[in-house]
């Protein structure tokens, strides 16, 4: 799941000649969508590195004590989910771009390409600098013609978690993908910053990308179809491993049209940042659910200490699923058996389904257009998982080296520990009132209803 390519891209740079040195930094792109070993730093103060989820981390070039990068805009093809890939813009070639990840006190130069057919501009979102740098285009710079390269240059004077996105046509650039996440590290240690064992890093994007097709549809406000972390969707989205008794950080950042509660199973954590910098520790408490609006980024950390797989997801239960149509009417108590029949003149392949609820659909595996990511989906160790989306499994293990991200498989459940079938349960109370027999569903026949929207 790891490979070294970008520290092949760091030897690349190191090799450059003197001349060169002068000149904008080769671009170090990125093909694979999967996880990359985090990038341990090759010069300048050490530190913990993020480990972005399902991305990369993206040398730089140390130029007379200046870190310097190249981002490069264009067109890419993301792999969203395995067999569905999308085609998007971003950063030297995924989406999101690579993270950019420096220490307080760095001066950085970032030179931005762009080789897209319009003009784009980068923002630094949540950065001090000066105005001139901040990216706005019409505001603080003409915005970037395609074709060109520009620079941007600032002293990185905040540790925290913040994103870098365009400034120009946002509505459309930020819905194809261009996006990338900015980490800067505390230069030494900070009253209100904890180490951490292990350092996760995402950011939440939306697309809405009919079933059979490639391209996102720029106009859409709300409907998204797809709720990705780091442009993947689940089964797609690599697992967080961590040994048990490791301290976690994860960074999430929002650039959806809408807020998205972040929630993890069996164990509870605090935001101990956000995009404004560490929260004071006496204003922290335990939460399980954290929300993350629009534009805002939330650093969540706890102790792994219980060992299993933890499911860890967005809460709005429309976000866990992949493409799929809204306008569809609740079936559940419709008898649908006469008209599977009459449909099937007109329409060979259809196909009754919900009168008991959709869980069906996470057996069926449906074959929908090609290029269409299943809408509930992913197998775990008991059957079908059923999610799509913003969801993906924590994965606490004992005894893991330090540094291994490797996915673990299936936690193997200590004997009496899973919930299990039995045969004669005591009776189950009845709420006062409650008729003696309980209507069963094929009594309930009515007719369906119809559902707009949300
Ligand atoms: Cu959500």
């Not at 930094?25 to 341990?40: F, G, R």
């Not at 650039?173 to 996006?179: E, K, N």
Request: charged share 20%; hydrophobic share 35%; with cysteine.
């Amino acid at each position: 799941m790891f490979n070294r390519r970008s520290l092949l891209g760091a030897a690349s740079l190191a090799a450059v000649s003197k001349a060169a040195l002068a000149a904008v930094p080769e671009p170090v792109i990125q093909t694979s969508p999967d996880t990359q070993a985090p990038h341990l730093p090759p010069n300048g103060r050490p530190y913990n590195p993020v480990v972005t989820l399902n991305g990369w981390t993206t040398p730089w070039r140390m130029n007379q004590g200046v870190k310097e990068f190249h981002l490069v805009a264009e067109p890419v093809v993301r792999e969203m989910a395995p067999g569905f890939k999308a085609r998007l813009w971003g950063y030297n070639g995924q989406s999101p771009g690579p993270t950019i990840e420096v220490v307080e006190g760095d001066r950085v130069r970032i030179f931005v390409t762009n080789r897209l057919p319009e003009p784009t501009s980068m923002h630094w979102h949540g950065q001090r600098l000066p105005n001139g740098m901040d990216g706005v285009s019409g505001l603080t710079q003409p915005a970037i013609p395609p074709g060109k390269t520009w620079v941007y240059e600032f002293v990185a004077r905040r540790p925290g978690t913040f994103m870098y996105h365009p400034h120009a046509d946002e509505m459309v650039q930020m819905a194809m993908g261009m996006m990338g996440l900015w980490i800067t590290h505390p230069k030494a240690r900070h009253p209100q910053i904890d180490e951490v064992d292990r350092d996760y890093a995402f950011l939440l994007n939306a697309y809405d990308i009919e079933p059979g097709s490639a391209t996102p549809k720029i106009m859409t406000m709300l409907d998204f179809n797809l709720w990705s972390w780091n442009s993947r969707v689940f089964p797609g989205i690599a697992p967080l491993v961590a040994r048990q008794g490791d301290r976690v950080r994860i960074r999430i950042g929002n650039l959806t049209m809408t807020n998205h509660p972040i929630h993890i199973h069996g164990h509870e954590f605090t935001v101990t940042g956000t995009d404004g910098g560490p929260v004071p520790r006496t204003a922290r408490w335990p939460e399980v659910t954290t929300d993350v609006a629009v534009g805002q980024m939330r650093q969540i950390e706890f102790i792994a200490d219980e060992e299993g797989d933890w499911a860890f997801h967005c809460h709005k239960s429309h976000h866990t699923m992949n493409a799929m149509g809204h306008g569809v009417p609740t079936m559940i108590g419709v008898d649908q058996s006469d008209l599977t029949e009459k449909i099937q003149q007109l329409l060979p392949d259809y196909m009754a389904m919900g009168s008991s609820g959709m869980h069906e659909m996470a057996h069926m595996h449906m074959p929908g257009p090609d290029n269409t990511a299943p809408m509930m989906t992913g197998d775990g160790p008991f059957g079908p998982i059923g999610m799509g989306g913003m969801f993906s499994v924590l994965k606490v293990r004992r005894g893991l080296k330090r540094g291994d991200y490797s996915d673990p498989g299936w936690f193997q459940h200590p004997a009496g520990t899973l919930a299990r079938e039995v045969g004669d349960a005591p009776p189950a109370p009845q709420a006062p009132g409650t008729p003696a027999e309980p209507a069963s569903a094929d009594v309930q026949v009515r007719k369906p209803q119809g559902h707009h929207g949300h």
